[in-house]
């Protein structure tokens, strides 16, 4: 059984491909793994979740909003 050198460089080019595959299904298996992690003590009965601090306006900072009505004297 002879193998041409064509046929071994399909299979050096597959190997290739492969590998590539392989590193890109570790990367996503470990980000996968991380967002289970962070699910399960997301999920876990003892967590209270952190309150979120509120920004205070600046110095002389306009209030956000339509400006109220001046009233008028007639």
């Known amino acids: ?6 046929q071994i460089q399909q299979l050096v ?3 290739a491909k492969n590998e590539n595959v392989l590193n890109s299904v570790r990367k ?4 996968v793994t991380v967002l ?3 699910i399960n003590a ?3 009965p003892s967590y209270v979740p952190e309150p979120k601090a509120k920004k ?3 110095e002389g900072a306009k ?3 339509r400006p109220k009505k001046v009233a008028t004297a007639e």
Request: no cysteine; net charge negative.
């Open 1 to 6: 059984m002879a193998i041409d050198l064509q």
């Open 13 to 15: 080019d597959n190997a």
């Open 28 to 31: 996503n298996v470990n980000k």
């Open 36 to 38: 289970m992690d962070e």
């Open 42 to 44: 997301v999920l876990d």
């Open 56 to 58: 205070t306006p600046a």
């Open 63 to 65: 209030r956000p909003g």
